[in-house]
């Protein structure tokens, strides 16, 4: 058996893998590929891993074929047949003798599953060196699917292809190929592929295939991604007597060997060299499939090399009159001289062009250039116009006249705020010739420090800005700066105040404390807090007519924040709320309501009797006292000593009744009083007594 040339293995190598070569290297499985012809089916399959390729070679394949539909419908039950009645593994090495004359991709299998060695030499560099550090096994097994990929005639001498001759029209099948290995040797899961010759379909024509000339070179590139499922490999054509022969651009096919399944290449690459750059070339390229089979040739594209002009002119300064006129001074290499048809020079205002052409005809020696035309703010390139193939252009240079005189500051600034929180500011635009743009800024307070609401310079006289509305403070302040070319900035415009539209409500005020007396209801609160607050209101509803609408007892437009509600009829009971409104009209949520109860008699709360026992000996007075109420909160009690007033003493809770005084002196007059408030702080008349000690 020849021997590959270590030539012939790194280009494969480094040209191409196969597609059913294994994409998860710790699982063994068998991939299939199919492909329907006008009358057969042609299957082509192999191994995910080299140890499943070498027990796969070792004791073959079975391929069954299941008939799933008929006549367009279903069957009941798939019809089964096992198409090979022996193991499907490789031909013995001397069958192989005639076809690998004639086939070098026939041999590169028979290399593979034969060959004594295995290896890649020729030298201790590169890709030979790295290649040669692979595992054998690893290189038989890739090498020999990528053989076949190309050969599908190969592909059946090594058992890993079958074409179904027997297969209908009007038939659909499932073809399953399963490995003769011992499970004990390696777990193989099976591999499937469903189709039918009603699936034929002529291989597509590559398109979107387009050339970059170089000099003697060529970059070719076609649309990858959306043929890579019908070709494996690709062969690149071309023809230098206008098209009427084509001969292959490499003796190899070539494939994508770099694409990812997270990032795929959209596109194929391939380069090529030429004889010189006098001759017009045509380019084509034609897919090859999985099963060996040439696509249609694309459209050929046609080009020539050219020579490129490697020297570039490079600016080294330029110098502005106090009259406005620029001298520019370039370098370029003077052998550069001979291939440029001369220079030109480029002007545009900003450094991404559009560049406009001003002075051409420069002659090929001249380094240097005077020239008035100036805008407020130039860029300028230098062009050097090759005799053949791209010209070179210099990199830009800013070029501006002396200008430190800003715009004078915008007038006219006005504005409005709509319910949603939307700014429109406009102004009058400036007259200036050299203005370029506007800034706009804006203040939450009348002196806090205005920010930028533009990163750039804005152009037009109407902007649009968006404010919170509710946030807390009411206004807000904007102004206008303009600049020029020279980026001259002028002083704000007169500060604009606008109102934002008032959406929020005021906070609403709270009750602080109640109590019935003196046949009043007297009320006590706390006002809004909010600034804009206008007026407070106080309703009062009887609880008796539920369907009484809220009386409004008074409006206070000051700080008030008590009431005495006269207006009230004893064993009524009164609910009252109050509500905020601020200066835009917008009222507060209410109050929690609060309900008074106004007894009808306040005798009725009275206290009955009043004791006062005196222990001289231990030195104290204990005071008790009896009463029949109900609905009792606390006792007030009072206390006067040697004829002075009564005084509050205590406030004890409904429960106690009897309360020790120690706080004594010999030979002292003492008067107490007790009193009873109930739960709606209606107060009963004092009961007292007297008694000496």
């Not at 297969?167 to 591999?191: H, I, Q, W």
């Not at 020696?365 to 116009?385: C, E, G, H, K």
């Not at 005799?387 to 504005?415: H, I, N, R």
């Not at 006292?625 to 009792?632: L, Q, R, V, Y």
Request: glycine share 8%; proline share 6%.
């Amino acid at each position: 058996m020849r021997r590959l040339s270590t030539t012939l293995l790194i280009l494969i190598c480094f040209t191409a893998v196969s597609p059913l070569r294994a994409q998860h290297k710790d699982s063994s499985r068998i991939a299939v590929t199919a492909s329907a012809r006008q009358h057969s089916i042609l299957l082509r399959w192999g191994m995910t891993t080299s140890r499943g390729w070498k027990l796969g070679n070792q004791y073959g394949f079975q391929l069954t074929r299941y008939t799933v539909t008929r006549d367009g419908k279903l069957l009941p039950s798939p019809e089964t047949k096992v198409l090979n009645t022996q193991p499907l593994r490789p031909k013995p090495l001397n069958e192989w003798e005639n076809i690998a004359q004639r086939d070098q991709y026939a041999a590169i299998i028979a290399q593979a599953l034969y060959g004594k060695d295995f290896e890649v030499g020729g030298g201790g560099n590169g890709i030979a060196s790295i290649m040669a550090q692979s595992a054998e096994q690893e290189q038989r097994f890739s090498l020999s699917l990528y053989a076949a990929d190309n050969s599908f005639e190969a592909a059946v001498m090594a058992g890993w292809g079958w074409e179904d001759k027997e297969a209908r029209p009007n038939e659909k099948y499932l073809y399953r190929v399963t490995s003769l290995a011992p499970k004990e040797r390696l777990a193989t899961d099976t591999g499937g592929v469903f189709i039918g010759i009603q699936d034929y379909a002529p291989l597509p024509v590559p398109g979107d295939v387009g050339a970059v000339f170089g000099d003697k070179q060529v970059a070719l590139s076609w649309d990858y991604s959306v043929l890579k499922h019908y070709y494996t490999s690709w062969i690149v054509e071309r023809s230098k007597d206008g098209g009427k022969t084509f001969e292959p651009a490499r003796s190899l096919p070539v494939t994508n060997i770099n694409e990812k399944d997270n990032r795929p290449s959209p596109r194929m690459y391939f380069i090529d060299s030429l004889e010189d750059n006098n001759t017009v070339y045509q380019f084509r390229v034609r897919g090859i499939s999985a099963f060996g089979e040439k696509g249609p040739p694309s459209v050929a594209t046609i080009g020539k090399g050219r020579q490129i002009l490697i020297y570039v002119p490079n600016i080294r300064s330029h110098n502005v009159s106090e009259q406005g006129k620029m001298t520019l001074t370039w370098d370029f290499e003077k052998a550069g001289n001979t291939v440029i048809k001369g220079f030109a020079l480029n002007q545009a205002t900003t450094e991404n062009g559009p560049y406009k052409t001003v002075l051409t005809n420069i002659a090929p020696d001249q380094r240097s250039l005077q020239y008035d035309q100036l805008f407020p703010s130039n860029y300028f390139t230098i062009t050097a116009i090759a005799k053949e193939g791209e010209s070179t252009t210099s990199f830009p240079v800013l070029v501006q006249p002396v200008d430190s005189t800003p715009p004078a500051p915008p007038v006219g600034l006005a504005g409005t705020v709509d319910s949603n929180g939307v700014v429109t500011l406009t102004w009058k635009a400036n007259t200036e010739k050299d203005m370029q743009g506007y800034k706009v800024f804006r203040a939450g307070r009348l002196h806090e420090e205005l920010s930028p609401l533009v990163d750039s310079i804005y152009m037009k006289t109407v902007y649009k800005d968006t404010i919170p509305i509710k946030f807390l403070n009411r206004k807000v302040y904007y102004a206008v700066a303009a600049l020029d070319k020279r980026y001259n900035q002028s002083d704000y415009s007169a500060i604009l105040e606008l109102k934002k539209p008032d959406i929020i409500p005021p906070t609403s005020p709270v009750f602080a404390a109640y109590k019935v007396a003196d046949g009043q209801v007297q009320l006590s609160w706390v006002n809004s807090g909010d600034e804009d607050v206008a007026a407070h209101m106080l309703y009062r509803k009887t609880r008796a007519d539920s369907s009484q609408k809220w009386l409004l007892l008074q409006t206070f437009h000051d700080g008030t924040q008590y009431y005495a509600d006269q207006l009230i009829e004893g064993g009524q009971t009164y609910t009252y709320i109050m509500m905020a409104k601020d200066s835009s009209g917008l009222e507060s949520p209410p109050t929690q309501p609060i309900t008074v109860t106004v007894p009808s008699d306040p005798n009725a709360i009275g206290i009955k009797t009043v004791n006062a026992y005196v222990n001289r000996e231990q030195r104290y007075i204990e005071l008790s006292w009896k009463d029949s109420n109900t609905g009792i909160n606390e006792y007030q009690l009072y206390k006067g000593a040697g004829g002075q007033p009564l005084s509050l003493w205590k406030v004890v809770p409904a429960n106690v009744k009897t309360i020790v005084d120690e706080s004594l002196k010999i030979n002292t007059v003492y008067e107490y009083g007790v009193r009873a408030v109930n739960k709606n702080g209606l107060s009963g008349p004092i009961k007292k007594v007297k008694t000496s000690y």
